[in-house]
């Protein structure tokens, strides 16, 4: 399967046991440096599946790019990730002692992906879409009406912009075959809001499911956070309940859990099936630090520093 992500590649700097902070300065249990972002996520988690995988990107012409750079080409992950006079993005992600994450982006380069296009979108299976800047999505929407026929599978994972503006959305939501959201999402695409913590039950994820649904043989992926998730097809949806294991990081578990999903679904899998081995996925991540399981972000060997000689 050729699978292709579009979207972010950032550093995180993921710091983990946080608690509340009674001074200046706070001892932690860990700080470390890890590849992520939405795309980069997606992509070491379809090649860990066994898809062929194409990340489309943009990074800085900095020594954080080039070691996201090659980290993707170790895991023999193709990066189209053109040099922006901008830097690399990065994110401070803070862990409390119950796993759930909290992040500060500076989103850098990572805001221009698709300034140059996006080559080789039509040998794509599955064109899989994170969240994009509203520059980086309308050049998507150019990129996609340049082509003699649509992908075959065009999945879209909204980040905060563009759920800012569900307007700005709507090109690329049309277009969808799969969105994938989660409830707080969802309601906020059906102009209603969802109290922190508040559980949606599955009977209720179907109803926002289907508010969603823009056209006819377009789904929906719905995750519910310790609940489970719900697919939707327009006619009928299925659930599947959350995978109890200990919770040591939050982040990164909706891109491994909508990744996997998609996957398997894009291979034919039904949607229990799918669903199952998302939340198989979705349980491995949420019991690491990061976001993904690259492990740190370090240099190769022979990787040197932009100038170093």
Not at 57 to 65: R, T
Not at 91 to 102: I, K, L, P, T, Y
Not at 123 to 148: C, F, H, I, N, P
Not at 184 to 193: I, K, M, P, S, Y
Request: aromatic residues 4%; charged residues 15%; glycine residues 10%.
């Amino acid at each position: 399967m050729q699978f292709t992500t579009i979207g972010a590649a950032v550093v995180d700097i993921v710091v983990a046991q946080v608690r509340p902070l009674l001074s200046a300065k706070q001892d932690v249990d860990h700080i470390g440096l890890y590849a992520g972002g939405g795309a980069v996520n997606a992509a070491l988690n379809a090649v860990a599946l066994g898809a062929h995988v194409t990340v489309h990107a943009c990074v800085g012409g900095d020594l954080e790019g080039g070691l996201l750079r090659a980290l993707l080409q170790r895991y023999n992950i193709r990066p189209i990730m053109p040099e922006h006079e901008l830097p690399t993005g990065k994110a401070v992600v803070m862990v409390d002692a119950q796993g759930a994450a909290r992040a500060y982006a500076q989103r850098g380069a990572s805001t221009w992906v698709g300034e140059h296009g996006f080559a080789g979108l039509e040998q794509a299976d599955v064109v899989y879409v994170t969240g994009l800047s509203l520059e980086s999505q309308a050049w998507l929407v150019q990129a996609l009406k340049r082509q003699a026929k649509p992908p075959a599978r065009l999945v879209i994972t909204p980040g905060a912009r563009q759920l800012a503006q569900p307007g700005a959305l709507e090109p690329l939501w049309q277009q969808a075959d799969l969105l994938c959201v989660n409830a707080h999402e969802a309601a906020l695409l059906c102009g209603e809001a969802l109290a922190d913590g508040e559980a949606v039950a599955p009977e209720q994820a179907r109803a926002l499911a289907a508010r969603l649904v823009r056209r006819d043989g377009q789904a929906i992926l719905l995750t519910l956070g310790r609940q489970g998730a719900l697919y939707f097809d327009g006619q009928q949806a299925c659930f599947h309940a959350a995978l109890s294991v200990e919770v040591v990081s939050t982040i990164g578990a909706g891109d491994a859990h909508a990744s996997a999903f998609v996957y398997a679904w894009a291979d034919g899998a039904s949607p229990a099936t799918a669903l199952e081995q998302a939340a198989q996925s979705a349980a491995r991540v949420i019991q690491v630090i990061p976001a993904n399981l690259a492990g740190p972000l370090r240099p190769a060997v022979g990787l040197r520093a932009p100038g170093s000689g």
